[in-house]
């Protein structure tokens, strides 16, 4: 079966500084992997997916994400915080190849400090 | 980008109403939409896929019968809380297949 695990539930940084949001995951066949973010009072936004094509894949507002087989991970990162990026940070995965059915981690809150 | 929409926002009621929760594909269609359900602080539950013209299928440990869902047009699926108690007190996305998946901005449902 497939899942994920986001290894921090909590991740706080300075403005300006790196983020690094981690995720594991799970699959016994090439998945597809994603991040998305919730902002309050806001839907998830798609921000960035990886579908068996290259492995470093960039996204919007600056993030990317590497698909690393060897690790089964899908770290995503961002060399820069802005106070905007604070939200809830979600790893998932696809549960077939071929629907759209998502499997979400639990989740990472972004905190971002001035 | 494609836009869901969910009506109501919020919506509080009395324990034994039904609450019936819209969501909307405004600028595309959606021969398939999906239903979660997320607790506070925890992350998003699949509940059950809807498919336009036929039966949603329910996640397992999902009571069909408490949460009906119709799936009526390909920009329109509803999702029913029947007999509503406290413990169903909850946050409700939806989302809706495009060239992706797009979620809605979900629905808070507060039972008396």
């Known amino acids: 079966a497939q899942s994920v695990t986001q290894l921090d539930s909590h991740v706080s940084v300075s403005e300006g500084t790196p983020v690094l949001l981690r995720c594991n995951y799970s699959s016994s066949y090439s998945p597809s992997l994603f991040w998305y973010v919730q902002h309050p009072n806001k839907g998830l936004q798609l921000l960035l997916k990886?579908?068996?094509?290259?492995?470093l894949v960039k996204g919007i507002n600056g993030f990317e994400a590497e698909f690393k087989k060897s690790e089964t991970s899908f770290h995503l990162t961002k060399p820069s915080a802005h106070m905007s990026d604070a939200a809830e940070y979600f790893c998932?995965?696809?549960?077939?190849?071929?629907?759209?059915?998502?499997?979400f981690g639990t989740g990472t809150r972004l905190q971002v400090f001035p | 980008g494609a836009v869901v929409s969910q009506h109501p926002s919020r919506v509080i009621c009395k324990s034994g109403t039904s609450v019936k929760i819209e969501c909307r594909s405004l600028d595309f269609q959606a021969t398939t939409m999906f239903w979660y359900r997320q607790f506070p602080k925890k992350s998003l539950m699949l509940m059950a896929t809807s498919n336009e013209g036929s039966k949603a299928t329910y996640e397992q440990g999902v009571e069909k019968d408490k949460f009906l869902i119709n799936h009526a047009s390909l920009t329109l699926s509803t999702l029913t809380v029947t007999s509503a108690h406290p413990e169903d007190s909850s946050f409700y996305i939806c989302?809706?297949?495009?060239?992706?998946?797009?979620f809605g901005p979900g629905t808070r449902l507060t039972v008396l």
């Open positions: 990886y579908t068996s094509a290259a492995t």
């Open positions: 998932v995965v696809s549960v077939i190849v071929g629907t759209d059915k998502l499997i």
């Open positions: 989302s809706a297949t495009g060239d992706t998946q797009y």
